[in-house]
């Protein structure tokens, strides 16, 4: 079950963050304060308490925080982002990670490794990781040895068309996940109850259970009664904004 959560309030600069898709056009900062707020509320009816960072004006996606650290109970490791306007992010996290866990308990992923939270799925005691972009060999390898200590197991999984891992795959626990589109047969996740998310609606695959409750994104109607059948209450919650700069449900917080 999760305690707590972390969260980075948007900056003003949060219109210039990293996008693929420049048709969706910029995040108007308002609009994006509004939605980052009724998150934050989701978020605390699933029984969590919320830790609000102020926002990094000088870094546009630094509300993202999902990108700058992993977090498990015991332990946590602050990552090294692969995009390079994104690296120095992770400078800023972990005095709020020593308000939760022993500085010995808190690794580092030093260059040449790179990693971003973004690639990186808990399952039980299993990690899956996106080798992807942004997320090499060797930050994988410093990954798996540090999380080893802890009895953590770590399994890399190459991507091929999304950005990160969590794009199109996602853990609902009891078993379930979310897939769609490169994931849908991979032999990776062969065990799992899966939950096939349609072309249409891929955005929709990111969402992130909560203590029994699905917290998923506005708007996909498909997804929505895939969990629903499945059994799970949800909340709904409008990431428009970030969505127009490749950001979702699980970018925007620490969950553990």
């Known amino acids: 079950m999760f305690k707590h959560t972390i969260v980075r309030t948007p900056c003003q600069k949060v219109c210039d963050g990293i996008t693929s898709a420049p048709e969706l056009g910029q995040p108007i900062y308002e609009k994006a304060l509004k939605q980052h707020e009724t998150y934050i509320?989701?978020?605390?009816k699933t029984g969590v308490d919320v830790l609000v960072l102020p926002p990094l004006e000088d870094f546009p996606d630094s509300c993202f925080m999902e990108d700058v650290a992993v977090v498990a109970g015991e332990c946590a490791i602050v990552t090294n982002p692969g995009a390079a306007s994104r690296n120095k992010e992770a400078d800023y996290v972990e005095e709020a990670l020593l308000k939760f866990y022993n500085k010995k308990d808190i690794g580092h992923i030093v260059s040449p490794g790179t990693l971003e939270g973004g690639d990186v799925m808990k399952c039980g005691d299993t990690f899956y990781i996106g080798l992807?972009?942004?997320?090499n060999k060797e930050g994988i390898d410093q990954f798996a040895a540090f999380f080893a200590q802890y009895g953590y197991k770590t399994i890399a999984v190459?991507?091929?068309?999304?950005?990160?891992?969590?794009?199109?795959?996602?853990?609902?626990?009891?078993?379930?996940?979310?897939?769609s589109g490169e994931f849908i047969d991979d032999p990776a996740?062969?065990?799992?109850?899966k939950l096939i998310v349609p072309e249409a609606e891929a955005y929709g695959a990111n969402c992130i259970w909560m203590n029994g409750t699905v917290i998923i994104p506005m708007g996909y109607p498909t997804?929505?009664?895939q969990i629903e059948k499945a059994?799970?209450?949800i909340i709904e919650v409008d990431t428009s904004e970030f969505r127009k700069i490749d950001g979702g449900?699980?970018?925007?917080?620490?969950?553990?």
């Open 41 to 44: 509320e989701a978020l605390k």
């Open 132 to 135: 992807s972009a942004r997320t």
């Open 158 to 179: 190459p991507l091929e068309k999304v950005l990160h891992l969590k794009t199109g795959v996602n853990y609902l626990e009891n078993n379930k996940m979310l897939v």
């Open 189 to 193: 996740f062969a065990e799992y109850e």
């Open 223 to 225: 997804v929505k009664a």
């Open 231 to 233: 059994g799970y209450p």
């Open 249 to 256: 449900l699980s970018c925007l917080s620490l969950r553990f």
